[in-house]
């Protein structure tokens, strides 16, 4: 996913990642400017999500891309172990 920005926001804090922002590296790619890819499962540090309490939206905006990945089609996998995103996402698709 390429990102443009995500933000935090609680009744007391809100808080913007921009993609340059030092934090975001795990499943992050480096920043290329005004976005940042994604390296698939991307996590948030948790010192950023300790700054919250309770409960928090989280806002994501996406920059558009024209890449595309091509998927195997669930239906078209043998068993749940050949599904790339696992055996619960076969399950769900199917």
Same mark, same amino acid.
Do not use: I, S, V
């Given at each position: 996913m390429c990102l443009r920005r995500i933000t935090l926001r609680d009744a007391d804090l809100t808080l913007d990642l921009v993609p340059e922002h030092h934090l975001l590296?795990?499943?992050?790619?480096?920043?290329?400017?005004?976005?940042?890819?994604? #390296?698939?499962i991307a996590r948030l540090p948790a010192s950023v999500m300790d700054l919250f309490a309770g409960q928090l939206d989280i806002e994501i905006a996406v920059w558009p891309s024209q890449v595309r990945y091509t998927e195997t089609p669930a239906r078209e996998l043998?068993? #749940?172990?050949?599904?790339?995103?696992?055996? #619960? #996402?076969?399950?769900?698709a199917g």
């Open positions: 590296r795990d499943g992050f790619h480096e920043a290329e400017g005004e976005h940042r890819w994604t #390296a698939g043998r068993n #749940a172990e050949d599904c790339p995103q696992g055996p #619960a #996402a076969l399950r769900l």
